[in-house]
């Protein structure tokens, strides 16, 4: 079965420190997608990253990067220089293709306080 | 500017009771899901449509309804068979023309069973 764990709860980091959120997935399909999302106070997740299986190369992004590696079935996202608008809930999230439905797996969900 | 826009925010309900979360969206895109989210736990699927007057249960169905009259509106309906209804719902639409998985999400309404 798909699964998405996300095995850190909550992370609490000082501003302008580096921080890792863990993402560990399984799934028997040769082709998924992998995705991250945030979840600030207002509720609503935004759209952070898409990286599909057959791309291993890392990604960069200002202060993001991702670390995609397909040997140990994770996905971890890093911060770099948190900022305390960093804080909120991130999701760590797998494609399954379903009835012609491209259906999300999520996690838990990581929430990062970022303190001043 | 475009986007979902989910009401109410807030609702509280006494047992018992059905209520009804709205779901509006001026991207024109053809899908929409609800998604449920309790605290400590991933998102889960309630129902999703991919077009107007068709939908499908998603995981976690039982106890709710929804009806997709138009393509811009997608109401859940929380019944009274729902047996633990207070949470989180979250409406999403994909991004059309993307292989899977980029969503866009409302701002939530958060039910309380009072």
């Known amino acids: 079965a798909q699964k998405v764990t996300q095995a850190q709860t909550e992370i609490s980091v000082v501003e302008k420190e580096d921080v890792t959120l863990d993402c560990v997935y399984e799934?028997?399909?040769?082709?998924?997608?992998l995705f991250w999302y945030k979840q600030p106070p207002s509720g609503e997740l935004v759209f952070l990253i898409r990286?599909?299986?057959?791309?291993?190369q890392n990604e960069i992004s200002g202060r993001y990067s991702w670390n995609f590696q397909k040997s140990t079935s994770s996905f971890n996202f890093t911060i770099t220089a948190s900022q305390v608008v960093d804080s909120a809930v991130y999701f760590c999230?797998?494609?399954?293709?379903?009835?012609?439905?491209?259906?999300?797996?999520f996690g838990a969900g990581t929430r990062l306080a970022v303190h001043p | 500017d475009g986007g979902i826009t989910q009401s109410p925010k807030y609702l509280f309900r006494k047992e018992g009771q059905n209520v009804t979360l709205s779901c509006e969206q001026n991207?024109?895109?053809?899908?929409m899901y609800w998604y449920r989210q309790d605290p400590g736990q991933g998102l889960r699927l309630i129902y999703y449509?991919?077009?107007?007057?068709?939908?499908q249960k998603g995981d976690i169905a039982e106890g709710y309804s929804v009806s997709r009259e138009k393509k811009e509106s997608f109401p859940l309906t929380v019944t009274s068979a729902q047996k633990n209804p207070t949470a989180f719902y979250l409406c999403?639409?994909?991004?059309?023309?993307?292989?899977?998985?980029?969503?866009?999400f409302g701002e939530g309404s958060r039910l309380t069973v009072l």
């Open positions: 990286r599909n299986s057959f791309d291993e």
């Open positions: 991207l024109n895109h053809d899908a």
């Open positions: 449509s991919q077009i107007v007057n068709d939908f």
């Open positions: 999230a797998l494609s399954e293709v379903t009835g012609g439905y491209n259906k999300l797996i």
């Open positions: 799934t028997r399909d040769t082709t998924y997608y």
């Open positions: 999403a639409t994909p991004k059309p023309g993307t292989v899977t998985g980029e969503l866009f």
